[in-house]
Nanobody
Framework: VQLQASGGGLVRAGDSLRFSCVAS????????MAWFRQAPGKEREFVAA????????FYADSLKGRSTISRDSLKNTAYLQMNSLKPEDTAVYYC????????????????????????WGQGTQVTVSS
């Protein structure tokens, strides 16, 4: 599956951004989608994940209440809405796809692990100024 992420930019603290990730080359309805981010000098960090049906969503504790993940099967696109952005949100944001769901138990215990995802988008830079 190929992933094309977009939506980053230079914003001010308190602003909002909506990221998009278009998937191609696979049955989108069977793919688990997720967003990660990586700040300079830091490891890649989980942001949010959504199951193939969209019924199950997970968020990083630090971003709960400020982020919303969603998906649109008609557009083969996953979205990440982030509000009240802070300077510490500055990072490159990546979308990722896991091609096999396996089971709810497996998904619910591995959704945050980047090693369990099969494909990655190119990343989109977000810079939040204070």
């Amino acid at each position: 599956v190929q992933l094309q992420a977009s939506g980053g930019g230079l914003v001010r603290a308190g602003d909002s951004l909506r990221f998009s990730c278009v998937a191609s080359g696979w049955n989108f309805d069977g793919i688990c989608m997720a967003w990660f981010r990586q700040a300079p000098g830091k490891e890649r960090e989980f942001v949010a994940a959504i199951s193939p049906s969209g019924a199950t969503k997970f968020y990083a504790d630090s971003l709960k209440g400020r982020s919303t993940i969603s998906r649109d099967s008609l557009k083969n696109t996953a979205y990440l809405q982030m509000n009240s952005l802070k300077p510490e949100d500055t990072a490159v944001y990546y979308c990722a796809a896991r091609l096999t769901y396996y089971s709810h138990d497996y998904y619910s215990t591995t959704y945050y692990n980047p090693e369990t995802y099969d494909s990655w988008g190119q990343g989109t830079q977000v810079t939040v100024s204070s």
